[in-house]
């Protein structure tokens, strides 16, 4: 029976895998090398007789099979099928155990990639013995999701899109092998990069799966750096033809009964526009209509906040849903009216 057929090997194991699965011996350390002064009669006071200190532990290169093993990982898991994937190969004595670490959403189609992948692996460093271990699974897409729809509840981040995560190394002319989860997708402004980057570790250090390990405040920084690379995402200059034409098209669906489709006409249109309140309005109403009650409100708080506050106007939003009658409006009121009592 095939490794990955077998259901007792394909299960999270959310107690003991993180994002860059700390804890596993990916290289070797040198011991440190404990030297002694000289030869300490009996006499001599008892401080002369303690050894010199010793010397900090020397982390060795990473041998040419893993570097060659990892470089076939880094080519394979920017594809479709592994896309969210990663594959740790851990040196133990000569051996080297390979864990695949699986987004969990992804699990069927990527376990057959995941083959092929180890079997040229292997055929690549014959002369080396590799072990296939059982995957270790991982919220990836959930995570994904999660962050582009916080981006839009902000409402600070126009013209960003955070499509998807591929795991990378760092820096591939590195003597070590630094794993870190490259975003895709697209910002409008440089100046995105470092806040997206900044507002992604927050939201992983608060998520119940990701920040179950985040190391000290003395490590935070490290933490950080470990977590997001924001190098990929691609500058793109918003468009408010294909804004307009995303509504457009969104209205439509959403008039027909499509409101899964809407929803996501609307987002884009989001994305093309930095004057998004009435679209933004719109993508509330499908999460409703949709029974998304929790992202509804999510999406409601800020945009609410700002008309109470006099940096939107409401009239704007009235107008575009005046056509918005019946049990689905008043949904929207009676949200908007919770939200409004309980803010302080």
């Known amino acids: 029976m095939a490794w990955w057929r077998n259901e007792k090997m394909i299960r999270p194991v959310l107690s003991s895998c993180s994002l860059l699965s700390y804890g596993r011996d990916v290289v070797l350390s040198v011991a440190a090398v404990i030297c002694l002064g000289g030869i300490v009669s009996a006499e001599q006071p008892a401080e002369a007789k303690k050894s010199a200190p010793a010397k900090p532990a020397v982390t060795a290169p990473v041998d040419s099979v893993l570097r060659r093993a990892t470089e076939i990982v880094v080519k394979h898991v920017a594809d479709g099928d592994l896309q969210g994937a990663w594959l740790q190969i851990d040196a133990r004595g000569g051996t080297y155990d390979v864990v695949p670490l699986l987004d969990k959403s992804q699990v069927e189609k990527q376990v057959v990639a995941v083959e092929r992948v180890f079997a040229e692996i292997k055929e690549q460093n014959s002369s080396a013995k590799f072990t296939l271990r059982e995957p270790e699974l991982r919220p990836v897409t959930e995570l994904i999701a999660s962050l582009q729809h916080e981006l839009e509840a902000s409402m600070d981040f126009p013209g960003v899109n955070i499509t998807a995560a591929v795991f990378t190394i760092q820096d591939q002319a590195s003597e070590n092998l630094d794993v870190v989860m490259s975003l895709q997708g697209r ?11 900044k507002f992604g570790v927050a939201l992983m250090a608060k998520h119940t799966f990701w920040g179950r390990r985040q190391p000290g405040q003395a490590k ?3 933490y950080e750096r470990a977590y997001i690379d924001i190098s990929q995402l691609k500058k793109l200059r918003q468009s408010a033809l294909f804004s307009s034409r995303m509504f457009s098209r969104g209205m439509q669906l959403f008039r027909n009964g499509d409101v899964a489709a ?4 609307f987002r884009a249109s989001m994305v093309e526009s930095s004057d998004a309140v009435t679209r933004h309005y719109w993508l509330i109403l499908c999460e409703l ?3 998304k009650t929790d ?5 409601l708080r800020v945009p609410l906040n700002r008309i109470r506050d006099g940096k939107l106007s ?11 009658q019946g049990p689905l409006r008043w949904k929207l009121i ?3 009216n919770s939200i409004l009592l309980k803010a302080k």
Not at 188 to 196: F, L, M, V
Request: charged residues 40%; hydrophobic residues 35%.
């Open 262 to 265: 809407a929803r996501e006409h």
């Open 220 to 222: 935070a920084r490290e």
């Open 295 to 299: 992202r509804a409100r999510n999406l």
């Open 314 to 324: 409401y009239d704007v939003v009235l107008r575009s849903l005046e056509r918005v």
């Open 334 to 336: 009676a949200m908007e």
């Open 187 to 197: 910002i409008s402004t440089e100046k995105q990069r470092e806040e997206i980057r």
């Open 289 to 291: 209509q949709l029974g």
